[in-house]
């Protein structure tokens, strides 16, 4: 009797645990999957709310909710951005049936269930297979997502040629574009960058008298942000600095061993400088850096040294193009131009027509979830052919250490005989199996 109380007490507290569990994962479920339905009623009731609405923006919802995975980075806990189709219908995308998620666990604990995975390039600095994805499914896109330029963001491994479906970087030529700046006309519609812009040919005078004479702004200012990684920088400026100096012209480097600056910097020299040194830390094709911002923000002609093409990029007419010119010969030029306010001034033209800005936090996330919408896109089986090549310029392809990671050799286990032919096997593992137009 006593056995078949005991047996009786402890089937009922199995019961009710598992009861407990099953309602708990049911809740997880039902709040995983219908998260941001209280945000779309929102969204639809300030369309509903809004007598002008088009008609049409009916067309953003959908039942069929695509699931994007930002699949995590090793040593970091901080949430790039909220789970959900918040960011969606903030940024106010075509779509916004999308799902952000930080989960790779989400989907029935495989993630070979997601539309789509955007992989961060940190991730493959040394292409440890414990970090990246093991499997995959041939209908999901695998998506290289970089803010970082080619130099810092490095991908030597041979295992990266033909393992991303889709790009999403700073380059022009990427599947998805994300420029860390962007040029806005006064109706508020992006017009650069973009390969071909069309700006305006006839700009009206600037009405501000920018230039102030009897020398009460200084000539040139440089900040210097990175000690370590900005020796060129540091460099280039001291050379031209020698220049100025005997041309009674001044310039004043900020930052390490230089002068001090205060924690609101740009608020301390805004207004105080004719021009803004922008050296940037990569010459890499289409990389152009939030430091041009400064510069413009500071009430600075912006002197651009980097790799990019600046019209694709910056109003005509807005800036000096200073990287295949003689340090002597951009002296020259910038005595010039101090000396005739009136050139100076047509530097500002630009700024009664166009308004630049840093992009978003994940700008290009709208463009992502359409193509995710686009049957025709996303049917399309493709995969990023010669990535080396793409993702670097010039030398730096051909200074790439292609040779395997040595760590990865030893944790294989592997005699150097067989480790050419253990890396071909990772990229045939790795690699979308076919390849269609």
Not at 375 to 395: E, L, P
Request: net charge positive; hydrophobic share 35%.
């Amino acid at each position: 009797m006593l056995k078949t109380e005991t047996f009786a007490k402890l089937f009922f507290l199995l019961s009710c645990t598992g009861l407990l569990m099953y309602v708990v994962l049911a809740f997880y479920t039902f709040h995983t999957a219908y998260t941001s339905i209280s945000q779309v009623q929102k969204y639809r009731e300030r369309i509903q709310n809004n007598s002008t609405a088009d008609a049409l923006l009916e067309d953003r919802f959908t039942n069929d909710l695509k699931y994007i995975l930002l699949w995590p980075i090793p040593n970091v806990t901080n949430k790039i951005i909220e789970d959900g189709q918040s960011v969606f219908i903030n940024y106010n995308c075509t779509y916004i049936n999308c799902y952000l998620a930080s989960n790779k666990y989400l989907l029935n604990g495989d993630y070979r269930n997601f539309d789509a995975i955007i992989l961060n390039a940190s991730i493959f600095t040394s292409w440890d297979v414990k970090n990246i994805p093991d499997r995959r499914s041939t209908r999901q896109k695998f998506v290289f997502y970089s803010e970082l330029p080619s130099d810092s963001a490095p991908m030597c491994n041979i295992c990266a040629e033909n393992y991303f479906n889709w790009t999403w970087t700073y380059k022009l030529s990427s599947d998805i574009l994300r420029p860390l700046i962007e040029v806005r006309n006064m109706n508020n519609e992006i017009v650069a960058p973009r390969e071909n812009v069309k700006w305006i040919n006839n700009v009206m005078p600037s009405k501000l008298n920018t230039f102030e004479m009897g020398r009460v702004k200084k000539d040139v200012v440089c900040i210097i942000n990175n000690c370590q990684k900005r020796n060129e920088t540091i460099e280039y400026a001291k050379r031209l600095k020698a220049i100025l100096d005997r041309k009674a012209l001044v310039l004043d480097l900020f930052g390490c061993q230089f002068l001090k600056c205060s924690e609101d910097c740009l608020n301390e020299i805004k207004n105080k400088y004719h021009f803004y040194l922008v050296y940037e830390d990569s010459f890499a094709v289409d990389y152009v850096s939030a430091e041009v911002i400064k510069a413009y923000d500071s009430g600075a002609i912006p002197i651009m040294i980097g790799g990019a093409d600046y019209q694709k990029f910056l109003p005509e007419g807005s800036y000096v193009k200073a990287r295949n010119v003689t340090v002597h010969k951009l002296a020259e030029t910038i005595e010039q131009i101090v000396e005739n306010p009136s050139i100076y001034n047509s530097f500002h033209n630009w700024r009664q027509h166009y308004v630049i800005k840093r992009t978003r936090q994940l700008e290009g996330i709208c463009d992502l979830c359409s193509n995710l919408n686009n049957k025709r896109i996303f049917k399309r089986k493709t995969a990023v052919r010669n990535f080396r090549h793409w993702w670097y310029y010039g030398s730096k392809y051909e200074n790439c250490n292609i040779d395997p990671d040595p760590s990865v050799h030893t944790r294989a286990g592997l005699k150097e005989s067989d480790l050419k032919s253990y890396y071909y096997g990772l990229k045939n593992k790795y690699r979308l199996e076919s390849l269609e137009d």
